[in-house]
């Protein structure tokens, strides 16, 4: 009895212990972690363990999230000078380099394309091109949303595309129910629901017919596989591509062959090959062989679908000033330094004019340009509104992915300085046995895999300067093994935490984790 007694306070106090230490692991992982890996730097006592020692402590906070991205991005601006790493200015001026001025640039112009509803416009036109038919309106919000992730957050692309997605997906049930459920009081059913009228639930998505679910699910991932995929295409398309650059200049000057052209050259041929692979993927898993043409449910979505594009009207004059200076700022960018022909940048001295130039000459047009037509448009008093006003920026800026590429540039800088990516490089340099193709195809794998658990921003902080001292342990040229590792910090196609167009799309509620895990 007593035992028992006993046994039964000592299960009460644990729970008491529990009570009060659960509501702080956030706060004891922070301070405890530190205390965890301290002998590390007190017991090596060299720069690159003390690197090591930061390194460890962020990619664990990165990937546990137990911190903010952002908040945890700002420890090398403390951790670095206080081991003597590296200099407290040199750190801080990293966070706002000349490629996180590209990255700002096209956020602003972003920014500009949400506020005016054109990527809306954009997208409902490749949709109303591919058609219908599931199987063709699957391939629609892939191009859809890849053309869009090339020049945009892919985010925001995904934010932008699954609200369309739902009431297709609405329209196309609503449709298939009208063909077997009894019509006698239906007499809705000649005229199509406005868009967006349909609400798709959950509920919805489990009284739909088994195909019919597995296409609604199929066309659901298209769109966060496509924006992962499409962020490849530029080199301000994605986080990773942006940090490969940085790091490229930063370490071997203006005479590196990449440029937004050759980016492009370069990343173009593998997005198409990926974007026709996941269609018929997808296709296979979701759809399969079977006669998808339902010529009611076709029309519905595609008179749906044209009711909505016709709801936004005529081009406005915001949208075509976005527009032209879209595509001013695109021809800016290949045709600054092209490598294969002369460049407008060699007007100017040399190594003065960069991306991040442009970018933000861009941008700050925006802040200027009037958002209607002045020469048909006549105000008697005020002012003219421009595209972009600063509550625009306050309400829709990623000041958080700013600071968080910063973070990355700053992590990168640190283990380069303290020497730790030359040392991992030569002890991983005695895996100078393996063929080169099977090296690269290793380091893709193990980036792929830590992707869908931390940040690609992260990741290729990490990766791209310790496969670059690689490369240079085994007297290969770098670039064979960061353009490779660079596109696999892309590609978190697993986990809905893995990015955040698949934490978007799981959000819906209209999938499991396996259906991912699955898709894979």
Not at 313 to 341: A, H, M, S
Not at 350 to 368: H, K, Q, R
Not at 437 to 447: H, K, P, R
């Amino acid at each position: 009895m007593r035992m028992q007694t006993k046994v039964k306070a000592e299960m009460s106090a644990v729970k008491r212990w529990l009570r009060l230490i659960l509501p702080l692991k956030r706060q004891l992982t922070v301070f405890i972690l530190p205390i965890i890996l301290l002998p590390l730097p007190l017991f090596l006592q060299s720069k690159e363990a003390k690197c090591a020692y930061v390194v460890l402590y962020m990619a664990y906070l990165w990937m546990t999230e137990t911190l903010p991205l952002a908040i945890t991005a700002l420890i090398p601006i403390m951790a670095y000078p206080l081991l003597g790493i590296d200099s407290a200015s040199h750190i801080s001026s990293v966070y706002l380099s000349d490629v996180n001025f590209v990255f700002v640039g096209s956020l602003i112009l972003a920014i500009a394309v949400e506020v005016s509803h054109l990527h809306e416009r954009i997208a409902l036109r490749i949709l109303l091109f591919t058609g219908s038919n599931p199987r063709w309106l699957m391939l629609g919000f892939q191009l859809a949303t890849c053309l869009l992730s090339m020049w945009i957050s892919n985010t925001a692309t995904t934010a932008m595309m699954v609200p369309i997605l739902l009431a297709v997906i609405g329209e196309l049930e609503n449709c298939k129910r009208k063909n077997t459920d009894d019509l006698e009081s239906n007499d809705k059913s000649t005229t199509p629901a406005a868009f967006g009228a349909i609400k798709f639930t959950r509920e919805d998505m489990d009284a739909s017919e088994s195909k019919e679910r597995n296409v609604y699910k199929g066309l659901l991932l298209s769109v966060c596989f496509s924006a992962s995929i499409g962020g490849t295409g530029t080199l301000i398309g994605t986080g990773p591509n942006l940090i490969m650059y940085s790091y490229l200049e930063k370490n071997y000057g203006h005479g590196v062959p990449i440029t937004f052209a050759t980016w492009m050259l370069y990343s173009l041929p593998q997005l198409i090959v990926m974007i026709i692979f996941e269609w018929l993927w997808l296709q296979l898993l979701f759809i399969g062989f079977r006669n998808t043409t339902d010529r009611d449910s076709e029309c519905a979505v595609h008179e749906t679908l044209r009711k909505k594009y016709e709801n936004l009207g005529t081009f406005r004059y915001d949208e075509c000033t976005i527009l032209v200076n879209f595509v001013i700022l695109v021809i800016l960018w290949l045709f600054r330094q092209p490598k294969f022909i002369p460049g407008w940048g060699e007007l100017f001295e040399p190594g003065y004019v960069s991306d991040g130039t442009v970018a933000m000459g861009m941008a700050l047009i925006l802040f200027v340009l009037p958002a209607e037509n002045p020469f048909k448009v006549r105000k008697t008093s005020g002012e003219y509104k421009p595209i972009l006003e600063w509550k625009d920026m306050r309400e829709r800026f990623s000041w958080s992915t700013v600071l968080l590429l910063g973070g990355g540039y700053a992590m990168a800088a640190g283990v380069e300085k303290s020497g730790l990516s030359d040392f991992v490089g030569r002890e991983l340099s005695q895996l100078e046995f393996l063929p080169e193709w099977i090296f690269v195809c290793l380091a893709c794998l193990i980036v792929m895999c830590l992707t869908e658990v931390s940040s690609n921003v992260a990741t290729s902080s990490i990766f791209v300067p310790l496969v670059a001292s690689i490369a240079r342990a085994h007297k290969t040229n770098p670039l064979l093994y960061i353009l490779p590792t660079t596109l696999s910090c892309s590609f978190a196609f697993m986990f809905p935490a893995g990015t955040p167009p698949n934490a978007i799309v799981f959000s819906s509620g209209f999938l499991k984790v396996f259906d991912m895990v699955g898709a894979l």
